[in-house]
């Protein structure tokens, strides 16, 4: 996406990295663009998070952080656009789409499939009335992955805790890219309700607990 100005003015690439959350917006647009107000950004851009869609942006230095969002969003919408069809067929909502990709983007970084039979299973884990048991929804909160997490997080009343409550987290926990998107509304069946990523990057699914174990 393109501004271009009437003063001569070069636009500035901008990179948005897949996953990332409004925060992380708000520190890489700030460092670049000397209009940008961080603290205003937060305010109008966090009730959007998940949907400020990951990209490279061509911005003019003196653009603010209303332009910023507005071409962020619009960008999104545009990409919603292609998929619609499929959301509707999905029998979810956007907002769960949304929220259901973002963990996705964040539990896989593989090319191959394994982001749409992940989202089998964690849809699997919902519909049965099961906690999804996710630990990168605490990335976005204490900014813990899997291996610092103390058994105090995992009790921790943060509604962003996968743990204690069932159901989706309430809000995305970053934007995710095209590819999350569509596995999320294109899940591979199957009757797996576990997956473990092993230390050489292959995921394996059980149907079972005790498989899991």
Do not use: C
């Not at 605490?138 to 103390?150: A, C, E, H």
């Amino acid at each position: 996406t393109v501004a271009i100005g009437a003063y001569g003015l070069e636009p500035i690439r901008i990179r948005v990295g897949e996953g990332a959350t409004t925060r992380q917006m708000a520190v890489i647009f700030g460092s670049q663009l000397e209009r940008f107000n961080q603290a205003n950004f937060l305010v109008q851009a966090q009730p959007m998070e998940g949907y400020l869609f990951p990209d490279t942006y061509f911005f003019l230095p003196n653009a603010t952080e209303e332009t910023v969002i507005k071409t962020m969003r619009q960008n999104f919408d545009t990409h919603i656009a292609e998929i619609e069809d499929q959301i509707q067929a999905s029998g979810h909502t956007l907002d769960e789409i949304v929220i259901m990709a973002s963990i996705l983007e964040r539990e896989d970084t593989s090319e191959g499939d394994d982001r749409r039979r992940i989202a089998g299973v964690l849809w699997n884990r919902l519909a049965k009335g099961m906690a999804l048991q996710v630990d990168v929804t605490f990335l976005y909160t204490v900014g813990k992955g899997t291996f610092d997490l103390t058994r105090k997080d995992l009790k921790s009343e943060s509604a962003y805790n996968t743990y204690v409550n069932k159901g989706l987290p309430p809000t995305p926990i970053g934007s995710p890219s095209m590819n999350s998107l569509i596995a999320a509304v294109t899940p591979i069946k199957s009757d797996n309700l576990f997956y473990l990523a092993d230390e050489y990057g292959v995921t394996h699914y059980s149907k079972t607990y005790q498989q899991h174990l």
